[in-house]
């Protein structure tokens, strides 16, 4: 979650969506969820985010 922070390039309204991103991945990761469904969750929002969709 640091690193996001420190991408210059990014709007922080998108910076604090995907911080809020990771921390839905760890937290279903520590409930036991599925760690390469929840990377695979994250990168798509890293990707929409990118593309300038929203990651709700």
């Known amino acids: 979650q640091k690193e996001?922070?420190?991408m210059e390039s990014v709007d922080p309204e998108?910076?604090?969506r995907l911080?809020?991103?990771?921390?839905?991945a760890e937290f279903r990761m520590v409930e036991g969820s599925d760690e390469f469904i929840q990377l695979?969750?994250?990168l798509a929002s890293f990707v929409m985010a990118g593309l300038?969709?929203?990651?709700?």
């Open 4 to 6: 996001i922070w420190n």
């Open 14 to 16: 998108i910076k604090v």
């Open 19 to 24: 911080t809020e991103k990771t921390g839905e």
């Open 40 to 42: 695979e969750a994250l």
């Open 52 to 56: 300038g969709k929203s990651t709700n």
